[in-house]
């Protein structure tokens, strides 16, 4: 592993603002800072995009701003209601369909795939037969589909039971979306996601923060740190990913108020920095190494 790895700009980082806010800078200055700062890709949400085509920018050319800057898209978000079989779930669909839409135009690497906020996952058959079903759509318009677990806000609160619906669902352009935080808050480790399968991974996002499980939602959404100002062992954790075979690129997604408040270039400097410095120490230790025997081949 290298220091070189791709960091990309998750599309809550550089908004200015908190969840479920309006940003607080246009998508097209975000752009240009998260570029400038150093970062590879950037991750956009619909609503994003289709407020900078009201102010006159169409999708088209939107592509080519973020082709010059040298940007690739590497995640859209987010798909919802995919497992339910009810007005919620055909909303999810229309929505999904959108991103795709989207995704044609601009490109995109994956798609983000979050649980309902309400209600438990349906039995384990019908999740992986609805996942699966997912990563077929997505497969059409060139995306894997990514599955992120999301302990204080979802119903699919841990990495062992992404990691058993993305098995279960057997798709090669499916499996879990590894956001630190929430590892660390689901009383995962390092150690937990070293032991997966190989390809289990398919997307990362970095943030910081104490190194105990939370309990509450509005930590989960206001208390994400840059990397290096937490408790979580990062290094460890992205030597870990790296064991399963994942080279894809590494999200950094911070939500905390003193990050929002900053101006936008500084921001994305402080992100693209932090994000550089934990992958850096994390390629110059060595890592762990593999026990005979161990399993990569079990999806």
């Not at 905390?256 to 390629?283: E, K, M």
Request: aromatic content about 6%; hydrophobic content about 40%.
């Amino acid at each position: 592993m290298t220091a070189d790895v791709c960091l990309t700009a998750c599309h809550f980082t550089l908004t200015g603002a908190a969840r479920l806010q309006p940003p607080r800078w246009p998508l097209k200055d975000r752009l240009t800072a998260a570029a400038q700062a150093g970062f590879g890709g950037v991750g956009l949400r619909p609503e994003d995009i289709l407020d900078c085509c009201r102010q006159g920018t169409s999708i088209s050319e939107l592509a080519r701003i973020i082709a010059d800057l040298g940007l690739e898209v590497h995640e859209l978000e987010s798909v919802h209601g995919w497992y339910l079989a009810s007005t919620a779930g055909r909303e999810g669909r229309r929505a999904e369909d959108e991103l795709y839409r989207l995704a044609d135009v601009l490109g995109g690497r994956h798609v983000t795939v979050v649980a309902e906020f309400e209600g438990p996952l349906p039995e384990l058959p019908r999740t992986a037969d609805r996942f699966r079903e997912l990563c077929t759509r997505a497969e059409r318009h060139g995306l894997i589909a990514a599955l992120e677990f999301v302990p204080q806000l979802t119903a699919l609160k841990d990495l062992h039971t992404a990691t058993t619906v993305a098995a279960a669902a057997g798709s090669a352009n499916g499996g879990v979306l590894l956001d630190s935080w929430h590892l660390y808050h689901s009383g995962g480790t390092p150690d937990d996601v070293r032991a997966l399968p190989e390809g289990s991974i398919v997307a990362v996002q970095l943030n910081d923060g104490p190194a105990t499980v939370a309990s509450s939602r509005t930590a989960t959404t206001f208390e994400r740190e840059l990397p290096g100002q937490g408790s979580f062992d990062l290094t460890g954790l992205i030597r870990s990913v790296r064991e399963t075979g994942f080279d894809g690129p590494f999200g950094v997604e911070i939500f905390h108020p003193g990050f929002h408040a900053l101006p936008l270039q500084t921001a994305a400097d402080n992100a693209y920095q932090s994000a550089r410095s934990i992958v850096a120490a994390a390629a110059e230790s060595p890592a762990p190494v593999r026990e005979q025997g161990d399993d990569h081949d079990k999806r």
